[in-house]
């Protein structure tokens, strides 16, 4: 993050490390971190951005709680297979050796002299 910001502002990684020096108070005491505040007029609240100040201390007494996925592993089958499955042609209605050539796209059936479109 220093290094990026150094060569945004074509300066030292030093110099600004010393610049967005800063030190906040925690919950579990002082915490050095850099910090970047950016004013915005009298109305609102400057915003700040902070990188660091986060203690890295065990909490011995959290509780992980894995929830439930929301759906099942499902996997449904797709038109195209559905198409085949049916064992008939779209086009003709025959329903002895089917193969793959006789699944169109929609789009196809409706030239002139072919069978209504399937449902």
Known sequence: MLKTLASKHRSTVTKMARTYKATIDTPDGPRKCFEGVVECGGVKKALVARFGGIPL??????????????????????????????????????????????????ADLKQQGRAERPV
């Open 57 to 106: 201390k065990r909490q011995r007494t959290a509780v992980m709680a894995d929830r439930e996925p929301l759906k099942p592993n499902h996997i449904s089958t797709t038109e195209l297979v559905k198409r085949l499955l049916a064992d008939g042609c779209e086009i003709c209605g025959s329903t002895s050796r089917i193969e793959v050539h006789h699944t169109r796209k929609l």
